[in-house]
């Protein structure tokens, strides 16, 4: 094939454009010339007309609108066309074009392809001297057209598009699932395959699109179901209302259309020609850049038509400047790239030059690269998604919204509001940081596709606000008390509510940080309507509130007011006597929840000295005591044992609980983690707290010290527990004793030590948790210590039940063989279970026995130590697991170490089935092929072959070894294994159901340095290069889609 753009002969679709012969056409800006055809219709009468009736069928997926041009065999220049609006598929075709009328939406597409005749010009008309360039002068067509259409396929091309809604980005990937099994069916419906539904209506629209006209009395399916029923008669429909041909023979509409060059003309010199063309590889980056602006532009527009983005107005400006500014840079874009296609085809600008573009656009430092884009607006979602879930909580507390109870108001509104001289006291909840400003806004402003690049990102380093899982809780609970203070003073006069999002951001000061890190997200602004009398005060609640509302103020300024200025409260204490407003809920509860200075103790004492409740506890459940115990953080510089041994003298009750049933002693085992913890709980057991005291889900202190606490003194706890006479036999609700606890969470030196302890108090050994599984079990499961075989001894020899199955089917063999990683061990432990009589033939309900499930999981090098001893006790090596495997494909698909091969010799000469295969037909040649270790693969082929395994069988898919080879192309002497494969006389000419033989998979995949190489052998030993995917994907056609044909022009040459 010449190398000259200018005197190739193009091939395109006709995406519902109307050609016929002698069609002249402009390909430097895809247009077809208007006015008549080059040749009158008594020329045209001589052309020739082949009946070429066939039809394909294929399902396009979801993806890349790459895959989907590949589909069609669009070229590079017409891609980017399409994508800039110069060319409009009609019709089938114009899925193409399609975009989503929901961010929450997924679509398949299956494509019906049928043809019926193929029509051309006969060759006198081009070649004899009797017709030249100077004749299309005469139809006033030479000053554009640069080609004529010599050649079209007739036939019908039609789509049926599947889409499925749904309501979170997390059920994206299920939708995108149910639609490519619905398409499957509806491509075995067409394929003439039988297919029912299953009688439930499905939530699955269908479009149907042709390029024909259907009968009066055919509906166009619109549900998956209406089209499984359509497709079973879409071959009659079809060839009933297509187009007919002379002969009333079916002809349909032009689907395909082959372009002459006007330049090959006698007489052509000067005649307008295409110089250059952007090859599918670099249209392949714009178009991928250009659906990430698409799919930037969807989910722009599914945010600013939510409803509640309406209401959160800096938000909703934020968005809409962002709008502005990529609407612009979109059209300038636009512009940008038809001018370039024109331009570089016409010769007069450069491939280079659309590379410099493409380079910007996928620079990450440019404002408008599409995945800069694309993180900032998930930015917006995730704080939008933030704001809903408050928004939904909101709406749980019911509130009735009057002129004084308001959700989101209009700055203006707020204003009006608490201006009133009603209005005394106005509370906000303000969502303040919706209002941040926007570095990024600013460089998308200031950027063009002109404007220098600016390499330094302003965008602030810090973690967004609303995936701090501190601030959002708090948050939460901020809601919680507003909304419980809403209520109580909905019907007080002199009192405004309002949860708004202010339009300014106001920068928290050094204080209001140290005191509340998430202060800038959301905060109580208390506003005053009357002057203060006491002007010096700091604190912002003026007294009469406190008159008003007893505690709420207090609780509100110990929450949100800053810590450095924590004294007013004390003042306050000392004006005014609040005592009688404490309720349900003191602030001491507040102080120790949200206090975090040195000097909390002293605080703690002022309140118990003013006769405060120390007993008070939340709605709950919680008391002082508790809410120290759980909310102590490990930066916190006061002593926290202080401030137990102060609330214990006070009386405080060391038995409450919590409505979970949770104490302090099971808060603190939990959450407390310094070296004095040991200390603290001997208070609260010199205390009299009851050590025997189980939560709602069964737990004791012990499993809580267990669950939480690591350290090299936990025995210290255990013996201290002991001698208070806790019950170590006590289960919690899934049936785990302290001993079931410690085997799956402790791991330090002391372990035997501990178990000692526990035996000597008489713990069952044989206890089982819900799912049967004992201590044994555990220990085999989860222990990695190096003294393993010590503790499994230990258990054996005081009585475990060796041979104890789990409810499915697991005895401790099989998990050890599952989960155990020690080199030096796992021989040991096995020789162990074996000596005390363990069935080393036990089954899981799934079928694994030991020699399986160690082929699946066992990584280390001793595999095969472990396998000659389990074979050597009888193990059944022909096991197969729930999918048709034993333990030869198992090794084969999961094992990547370099004994390979010693493992595989072993099994082969222990008798296993070589020819086994798995419920989807694959033997252990083909995972061999496709999942083996990357070096030395090629002598354990050998063994198999030599030991008798079927090279020529095929899996259900229709691959054979040498497909599943050439499928990843990762091995290193991928060359040497293609020829020993093609030596045993493998079918060189295999493909799969989907119509891919080895060699498309290999221009697809394989690495530059085999694929000559590799090419070059399936040649030799006939493999058939015209073959077609269902897609009518070719192997050259992968291959361009990789390399330019300069690069690969060796290997062109053999195609």
Not at 605 to 623: A, Y
Not at 754 to 774: A, P, Y
Not at 836 to 854: E, F, P, S, Y
Request: charged residues 25%; aromatic residues 8%.
């Amino acid at each position: 094939m010449s190398c000259d753009v200018s005197t190739q002969v193009l091939e395109i679709p006709t995406l519902g454009r109307p050609f016929k012969l002698g069609t002249l056409y402009n390909a430097r800006t895809d247009e077809i010339i208007p006015g008549n055809a080059l040749w009158s219709d008594k020329e045209l009468k001589a052309c020739t007309n082949t009946r070429n009736e066939s039809a394909i069928y294929s399902l396009i997926a979801p993806g890349q609108l790459s895959d989907k041009f590949l589909e069609l065999n669009v070229n590079g220049s017409l891609q980017i066309n399409i994508l800039t609006g110069v060319v409009v598929p009609k019709g089938s075709a114009d899925y193409l074009t399609k975009r989503k009328q929901t961010f929450h939406e997924s679509s398949v597409h299956v494509r019906c392809y049928c043809n019926t005749a193929l029509k051309e010009v006969p060759n006198h008309l081009l070649e004899d001297d009797e017709f030249c360039y100077s004749d299309v002068a005469k139809i006033g067509k030479n000053g554009t057209a640069t080609h004529v259409v010599t050649q079209i396929q007739y036939g019908s091309e039609s789509t049926f598009t599947l889409t499925k809604r749904y309501k979170d980005v997390k059920d994206e990937q299920e939708a995108a699932d149910q639609l490519a099994v619905y398409g499957g069916h509806l491509l075995q419906v067409l394929r003439g395959q039988t297919m029912t539904t299953n009688g439930n209506k499905s939530d699955v629209e269908c479009l149907f699109k042709s390029d024909f006209q259907l009968p009066k009395n055919v509906k166009s399916p619109t549900t998956y179901e209406e089209a499984i029923k359509f497709a079973g008669k879409f071959t009659q429909i079809s060839s009933d209302s297509m187009a007919r041909d002379v002969g009333n023979e079916p002809l349909g509409a032009p689907c395909i259309v082959w372009l002459y060059p006007l330049v090959l003309l006698p007489a052509s010199d000067g005649a307008p020609a295409l110089k250059n063309e952007i090859n599918r590889t670099l249209a392949s980056e714009c178009v991928r850049h250009m659906q990430g602006y698409e799919e930037v532009d969807t989910k722009l527009d599914y945010m600013l038509n939510d409803p509640l983005v309406a209401k959160l107005n800096p938000f909703h400006e934020k968005l809409q400047d962002f709008r502005q500014h990529f609407s612009s840079f979109l059209s300038e874009l636009n512009a940008k790239l038809r001018d370039m296609v024109v331009n570089i085809r016409s010769g007069l600008d450069t491939i280079a030059s659309f590379k410099k573009l493409l380079g910007r656009l996928g620079n990450e430092q440019f404002a408008y690269n599409p995945n800069r884009l694309s993180l900032w607006l998930e930015d917006k979602h995730k704080e939008l998604c933030t704001m809903r879930r408050f928004h939904e909580q909101i709406t749980t507390h019911q509130l009735v919204y009057t002129t004084t109870v308001m959700l989101f108001p209009m700055a203006d509104m707020l204003r009006k509001q608490t201006a009133k001289f009603t209005v005394r006291f106005a509370y906000q909840l303000a969502f303040a940081s919706l209002a941040r400003p926007e570095p990024f806004l600013d460089l998308v402003k200031n950027q063009t596709l002109h404007t220098d690049i600016v390499n330094e990102d302003p965008a602030p380093t810090e973690k967004l606000w609303c995936e701090m899982n501190d601030v959002v809780k708090r948050i939460e609970k901020e809601i919680n008390i507003f909304a419980e203070l809403i209520q109580e003073k909905t019907d007080v006069k002199g009192f405004a509510f309002a949860i708004t999002a202010p339009d300014t951001y106001i920068e928290p000061t050094p204080s209001e940080i140290e005191a509340n890190t998430d202060f800038k997200m959301t905060e109580f602004r208390i506003v005053i309507t009357e002057d203060d009398s006491d002007s010096d005060s700091s604190v912002v609640v003026h007294r009469k509130q406190i008159h008003h509302h007893g505690w709420d103020a207090l609780h509100m300024l110990i929450r949100h007011y800053p810590i450095d200025k924590m004294m007013d409260i004390v003042r306050l204490l000392v004006d005014t006597d609040i005592e009688k407003s404490w309720d349900k809920c003191n602030p001491l509860l507040s102080l120790v929840r949200f206090y975090t200075k040195d000097n909390l103790i002293d605080f703690i004492r002022l309140f118990l000295e003013r006769g405060i409740d120390v007993n008070c506890k939340d709605l709950e459940g919680w008391n002082a005591l508790m809410s120290i115990c759980q909310c102590y953080k490990h930066n916190y510089t006061y002593k926290l044992i202080d401030v137990v041994r102060l609330f214990l003298e006070n009386g405080i009750d060391v038995n409450c609980k919590t409505k979970i049933g949770n104490n302090a002693l099971y808060l603190l085992c939990r959450n407390y983690h310094k070296n004095d913890l040991l200390d603290i709980v001997q208070l609260f057991l010199e205390s009299g707290i009851d050590v025997n005291s189980k939560n709602n889900d069964g737990w004791n202190a012990l499993h809580f010290v267990i669950e939480y606490y690591h350290e090299e003194d936990m025995i210290e706890f255990f013996r201290m527990f002991i001698q208070k006479g806790i019950d170590v036999n006590c289960k919690n609700n899934d049936g785990c004793n302290v001993l079931l606890a410690l085997c799956r969470n402790y791991g330090k030196d002391n372990f035997i030590d501990i178990l000692n302890l526990l035996l000597g108090r008489g713990i069952d050994i044989n206890c089982k948790d819900r799912f049967g599984e004992n201590a044994l079990h555990y220990v085999c499961t989860f222990c990695c210590q190096d003294y393993a075989t010590e503790i499994v001894e230990l258990l054996i020899d005081s009585g475990i039940d060796v041979n104890s199955k789990t409810e499915e089917g697991w005895n401790a063999l099989l998990l050890l063989c599952r989960n155990y990683q020690k080199d030096d061990l796992i021989i040991e432990i096995v020789e162990l279970f074996i000596q005390l009589g363990i069935d080393v033939n036990c089954k899981t309900l799934d079928g694994w026995n030991a020699l399986v499930v160690l082929c699946r999981y066992y990584k280390r090098d001793n595999l095969i130590g472990v396998a000659r001893l389990l074979i050597k006790h009888g193990v059944n090596v022909n096991y197969t697991t729930f999918d048709g495997c034993n333990a030869l494909l198992h090794v084969c698909r999961y094992y990547q170490k370099d004994n390979l091969y010693d493992i595989v010799k072993l099994l082969l000469e222990s008798g296993i089935d070589v020819n086994c295969k798995s419920h989807a037909g694959l033997n252990a040649l083909h995972y061999l092929c496709q999942y083996g270790p990357r070096k030395n693969v090629i002598e354990i082929i050998r063994l198999l072959i030599e030991n008798g395994i079927d090279v020529h069988w095929k899996a259900k898919d229709g691959c054979n070894a040498l497909i599943a080879l050439c499928r990843e192309c990762e091995k290193e002497n991928l060359a040497d294994i293609v020829r020993l494969l093609l030596e045993k006389g493998i079918d060189v000419n295999c493909k799969d159901n989907e119509g891919w033989n080895a060699l498309h998979f290999v221009c697809r995949k394989c690495p530059r340095e085999s694929l000559y190489a590799v090419v070059r052998l399936l040649i030799i030993y006939n493999i058939d290069k015209s073959v077609m995917t269902i897609g009518l994907a070719s192997a050259r056609s992968f291959l361009l889609n990789r390399y330019t044909e300069h690069d690969v022009k060796d290997i062109i040459q053999m195609l």
